[in-house]
């Protein structure tokens, strides 16, 4: 408990909150949603925090990170090597389920505050 009586938000509350607004913007933006927050079994497995189509049929992988200030390089830079390798391990999985996989991408929406600070598609390549 704070000082004031109520408990204090965690960092999961916060990101499910970032969550929330970037899936309402991106269905603003024509996409649809297929999957939330896909995980694929086992340890050191990765995860897709929103799976959408695209008006063109194209699915789009997005990761959504939210900082609170721009120091470490903001929250584009936290999706590094690693993070992009795990993601491309469970789009992979996710794959695996299709019969004809349509075109993907992996786009990057930042959060920053209360909005949308930018939408970088296409952000990464699963090489």
């Known amino acids: ?7 204090p938000v965690t960092t999961k509350q916060l990101g499910d909150a ?3 607004l970037a899936l309402q913007y ?13 995980r694929t079994p086992g340890r050191g ?12 049929g194209t ?7 939210k900082r609170s200030g721009a120091s470490h390089g903001g ?5 590094g090597g690693t993070k992009q390798r795990r993601i491309v391990l469970a789009a992979r999985h996710y794959l695996m389920r299709v019969a004809t996989p349509p075109p993907c ?4 929406l930042l959060v920053h505050g209360s909005g949308i600070e930018d939408w ?8």
């Open 1 to 7: 408990m704070s000082l004031f009586g109520r408990k």
């Open 18 to 20: 970032a969550e929330d």
């Open 75 to 79: 929250a584009g830079a936290s999706v």
């Open 26 to 38: 991106l269905q603003a933006q024509g996409l649809k949603l297929l999957e939330r927050n896909y």
């Open 59 to 65: 699915l789009v992988f997005v990761e959504v990170r």
């Open 120 to 127: 970088l598609q296409a952000a990464f390549d699963a090489e």
């Open 105 to 108: 991408r992996f786009d990057v």
């Open 45 to 56: 497995g990765g995860e897709i925090d929103l799976i959408m189509r695209a008006r063109d």
